[in-house]
Every structure is written in structure tokens, then in C-alpha cells.
């Protein structure tokens, strides 16, 4: 046993023994460093996480133009034609669509002017040659019935759009539409009376 103090080991003694303490601690502290890396580790991990967001994207092959572009107007009664226009979905999400009026503004001619339309495929705007139909949207109907009946707006916006079959899933995926229009030659007025309306296909990822 050490006694620090002791005049039996004097100032050299005292000295010697505070550097024995030190070591000592050095070399403890040493001990417990190869201990640390001496332990034994595992692990296991998953691999790379990989996140892309879903597109809707729609088209069609008038690019913005009229369906009708001759015929529809100094109409007399009897006057009537089809148009066919080819709609592509381009998204990559599963999706549902509608056809509405985003326009709408009549000046009497709703109330006589008949319209149909049928969803198939088959059939382009330049010729509707081979267009079969799948689903009937509207069957004959005077316009005014189908878009504004009893001065209560319809099928304007998506939420009360026509949807027929039509819900794709695959990219590139295409439907067509025959869009219709009949002034019945027994028509006896609205003389002078016109209407504007405006298709529009939405598609909404379901």
C-alpha cells in the first residue's frame, strides 16, 4: 500500500506515485478501447425507394376546332349531319370520362334542334366509316332538354357530365364519339333563333 506523504518515501516518492496513477489510468483506458473494437455488429437494410407522381392527359382530333363546320347556319327544316371525334387518353393513372357543355348560350333553337350522341370506337372526324357504337349518351333529345331543361343548367360541368363506358386504364387508349343533329321537317318556328354550345372530355384519375 502506497501512503502518499510518508516522510519513508519523500517528495521523489510522492511524485513517483501520482505518475503510477496516471499510467495506470492510461492503460485502463486503453483496455477498454481494444475491448470496443473487438464487438460484434450486423445489420440489414432494404434497397433504394424509388417515388414518381401518376399524369391524366386527354386529346382529341379537331385540336380545339368546331365539330360542325358547314350546314349549321340559315338552317331550314329537314337539316341534319353526323361528325365523329376521336378522343385519346395519354395518362398514366386510371381515369373516368365525360363529355358536358362548358358553353352554352341559345337564343330559342334548343327547344327544336334534336341531338344524339353515341360513344363506340372506330370512325375519325374525317370520315365515320367503321364506328361501332358501345354506349348511347343521348338518344335523339332536343338540346334544351339535354343541357338546360326547365331553365335549370345540366350536364355543364364534369361532376354532371355524360359518361358512357369509357374508363381507361392503358396508355394510349382511344374512344370515339358520333355527335349528331336533326331540325325535324315538321318544324314551324323559331325563325331567327341560333345556340352556341361548346363539347368538352374531361378525364379525372379515379
Known amino acids: ?16 506515485a501520482v505518475v503510477a496513477v496516471v499510467v495506470g489510468l492510461i492503460v485502463s483506458g486503453g483496455s477498454v478501447w481494444l475491448a470496443s473494437q473487438a464487438a460484434f455488429s450486423g445489420r440489414t437494410e432494404v434497397g433504394s ?26 338552317m331550314t ?3 341534319t349531319d353526323s361528325k365523329c371525334i376521336r ?24 327547344r327544336y334542334l ?10 375519325a372526324y374525317a370520315d365515320c366509316a367503321g364506328f361501332t357504337r358501345t354506349a348511347q349518351l343521348v338518344n335523339d333529345q332536343v338540346i334544351q332538354d339535354v343541357f338546360d331543361p326547365a331553365g335549370v343548367p345540366d350536364h355543364r360541368t364534369f361532376a354532371a357530365g355524360l359518361g358512357g363506358a369509357w374508363t381507361p386504364g392503358a396508355n394510349p387508349s382511344y374512344k370515339t364519339y358520333r ?19 361548346a363539347f368538352t372530355w374531361e378525364a379525372i384519375s379515379t
Do not use: C
Open 1 to 16: 500500500m502506497v501512503r502518499v506523504g510518508s516522510t519513508k518515501w519523500g517528495p521523489r516518492g510522492r511524485a513517483w
Open 49 to 74: 425507394n424509388s417515388f414518381s407522381v401518376g399524369s391524366v392527359a386527354i386529346t382529341n382530333d379537331r385540336s380545339g376546332s368546331m365539330v360542325f363546320t358547314g350546314g349549321t347556319t340559315n
Open 77 to 79: 327544316p329537314g337539316a
Open 87 to 110: 378522343v385519346a387518353y395519354h395518362g398514366t393513372l386510371a381515369a373516368q370520362v365525360k363529355l358536358y357543355a362548358s358553353a352554352y348560350s341559345d337564343t330559342g333553337l334548343a
Open 114 to 123: 334534336h341531338l344524339t350522341i353515341e360513344e363506340g370506337d372506330g370512325g
Open 179 to 197: 355527335i349528331s343533329y336533326l331540325l325535324p321537317q315538321t318544324t314551324n318556328d323559331g325563325q331567327g333563333s341560333g345556340l352556341v354550345v
